[in-house]
């Protein structure tokens, strides 16, 4: 398998998908629903994309199917549950570094000013 570095940059779904699954296993629409919630509606996931997305992940070892399931009566036994593979944990810390290191960034911060009030 590649180096976690070389998965770098992640798309910004991938990256909300992996932050979902850090707290725990998810089925696809629970997923979907926090992220619409995390990102306030500006990132909504239709079915067919977010399954891409997480297949995607599944086959860069980032993420892999849960052998959990719910209990039958407490939940749809059809749902698939993910979680988060410490391979997906190593490359989503990464990212964040990535992006903190470009927010910190010179022309960020000037861009960054442009947000506040005179």
Known sequence: MPDARSLLPLKPVEYLVLLALVEGEQHGYAL????????????RLEPGNLY????????????????????????????????ITARGQRVAALEGERLRALL?????????RTLRPA
């Open 32 to 43: 979907a629903k926090e992220i619409d919630e995390r990102t306030e509606g500006v990132v």
């Open 104 to 112: 910190a960034s010179r022309p960020a911060r000037i861009l960054a």
């Open 52 to 83: 891409r997305v997480i297949r995607r992940l599944v086959d860069d070892g980032l993420v892999a199917p849960a052998a959990r399931r719910a209990a039958p009566d407490a939940d749809d036994e059809r749902r698939r549950y993910y979680a």
